[in-house]
């Protein structure tokens, strides 16, 4: 409890944390730090993943990248256990996600889906209870060779534990086949992956280590409490990358949305740099125009507001407050990641992680451009 006391914001008791290490990992450097955690498992490996992918039409899948060396963690003795999503209003992602899912099964993996009627949008790694890997990044092509994307590697039993237990509660509601009325898939569409020489990607160099941390979990509704807490008590800076961020305007009557918009609008007022940077890539234009709405709500207060480079779909979750708290998770800003799904973050308190993901949100900015993208003015 010193660190808290000396870094000057005070967290509410009732938030689980632990003292621990941890790396950031962003972009491309997840699939070798994913692979080097597969490889040295020895008990067990548990894995919620929103979005799992194979591309048997390619030479090079990426899918396959990732199931060799979970079927050589099997074949070893390694217990792989995954929980997929298959809420069903996205049939075919679940379909999708099945084909890995089979992948792992005919290995000797044990495989479950999620609740039809809840969206698991976790992206979360648990690996010998011990390290847990936790963000933004689904197991797809364009996640893992495009995308900017945040994540954390996090080394605490404490932690690994408590995601654990987390995934144990979704289990006790879980499937072990998608229902018949889902259909079937025999592989992705090829639009799903494009030749790498089309692919866009932004380079960011590697946390070469663990740095210690006060690390607190924030699944689901957490995530907007620990936040609110986090903005409300911000002394000098708050920076914001996001995928995705909706206002409401008389859709919900009470939603979460509302309560992020008016602290970072408070935080100005009170002179706290508020700046954010949301994703303008053409892959999802509809997107792009909510953000927008959501950054000229901001705008209007005087709050720095950015899109990011329209060539690469900006797929991170992550809040930066006073250069000390990272927030790295799986949870948009939309009224059903806040409210609804089932969503897996952390918040950490380090310098040096603070650090490291503020170059990464500097250089996304450099890239950006504080206009709408010009596919924007133009459509």
Known sequence: MMLLIFFAIKIDSSFFFSEGLAKAVVNRNYLPELISLINSAQKTLDIFMYSARIYPDYEEDIGEYILKPLRKAIKKGVKVRIILEASDWNKD?????????????????????DPTSITSHDKLIVIDSIYTLVGSMNWSFFAL????????????????LYFLKYMAEVKKHSMKNLPAYYGTIEKPSVEEKKKGSE??????????????ALIYP?????????????????????????????????????????????DLIAAKERGID???????????????????????????????????????TTHAKMVIVDGKWSIVSSTNWSYHALELNDEAGVALLSNKLAHYYTKYFIKIKQKGSQKPPEWYREW
């Open 145 to 160: 060779q495009s995308n900017n994307e945040a994540s954390v590697l996090v080394k605490s039993k404490d932690i690994g």
């Open 199 to 212: 692919v866009s990607s932004m380079p960011f160099p590697p946390q070469d280590k663990f740095y210690s």
């Open 218 to 262: 924030i699944p689901n509704r957490e995530y907007i409490s620990f936040l609110h807490e986090l903005l409300t008590q911000a002394e000098k800076s708050i920076k914001i990358l996001m995928l995705s961020a909706r206002i409401y305007l008389n859709q919900y009557k009470y939603n979460a949305n509302d309560i992020i918009i008016r």
């Open 274 to 312: 508020v700046e954010i940077i949301l994703d303008g890539s053409s892959f999802n234009r509809f997107n792009t125009m909510d953000n927008k709405r959501f950054l000229d709500t901001l705008k209007v207060h005087g709050i720095k507001t950015y899109f990011d480079t329209p060539d690469i």
């Open 93 to 113: 992602n679940a379909l999708k996600n099945s084909l890995f899912g089979n992948e792992i099964r005919k290995a000797g993996g044990e495989v479950v889906y």
